[in-house]
């Protein structure tokens, strides 16, 4: 599958936010991806995420499947 602009933008957003940390939850990317003014599309899977903690692998993983 090619990687979309849409998801290359949320894998350059995730390197972003886990820099420095080795787990974030899914309300930090939440908070993370509107300061980062992610555009729409972005924000709505973001906000799909489902409630947790996540590792950078699994919420790239959580997010492709979304």
Known sequence: MPVTDDFRELTEFLDAAYDAQERLSSGDLQRRAI????????????????????????????????
Do not use: C, K, N, V
């Open 35 to 66: 300061a980062a003014d992610l555009p729409a599309e972005a924000l709505t899977r973001i906000d799909a995420l489902p409630e947790g903690e996540y590792a950078q692998d699994e919420a790239a993983e959580a997010l492709r499947s979304l």
